[in-house]
């Protein structure tokens, strides 16, 4: 199946001169989220990838059934804030400002076998801070998977050094 056809571009959003990629009629169809889902898991498998990490929000509907598939654990990755227990955390930049991203200080055993995975790999910065957490807590981050990666802005700098698996590529 062509995956890529799956994926809605929606004009003009959030701002003027966006061309967002919109994954959701990808999650409606089935069959389509099955085999994503399947080509990432096949991936996590040749890294052998024990526990999965994943960034809110687009990243628990990619990270969570990856997991599933693997018979392994999901660790969520998630604003400042939200997460209840003890958490590590990491400042990353934004495009205009910064932000902090949080894990459970327990989320990952140290020497565990990582994967962590998104619906999107743009400019990189989520995930490096994602990467950093994982690297933290002491586990070994052995791959990074994505349905979509935007080629123009770079993202693939910002994880230099790891395996990394996207199903669709946009220049």
């Given amino acids: 199946m062509d995956l890529e056809s799956k994926i809605r571009e ?6 003027p001169g966006i061309r967002f990629k919109d994954i959701t009629p990808l999650l409606a169809d089935g069959a389509a989220y099955r085999q994503a889902i399947d080509e990432l898991a096949t991936f996590a498998r040749e890294v052998g990838a024990e526990c999965v990490v994943g960034p809110e929000a687009r ?9 599933y598939a693997l018979g392994a654990g ?83 700098r910002r994880l230099e050094g790891l395996p990394i698996r996207t199903l669709i590529h946009y220049d």
């Fill in 59 to 67: 990243g628990f509907v990619v990270g969570a059934p990856l997991a």
């Fill in 74 to 156: 999901f660790v969520p990755v998630r604003k400042r804030g939200k997460l209840p227990h003890r958490t590590v955390a990491v400042e990353y930049a934004l495009e205009y400002g910064t932000d902090v991203l949080e894990i459970h200080a327990d989320g990952v055993e140290p020497g565990q076998r990582v994967i962590v995975a998104d619906d999107l790999l743009a400019t990189g910065g989520t995930m490096a801070a994602t990467v950093e957490l994982v690297r933290k807590l002491g586990g070994q981050v052995v791959g990074a998977a994505f349905l979509i990666e935007l080629g123009a802005l770079g993202g693939r």
């Fill in 10 to 15: 929606i004009p003009d959003f959030p701002q």
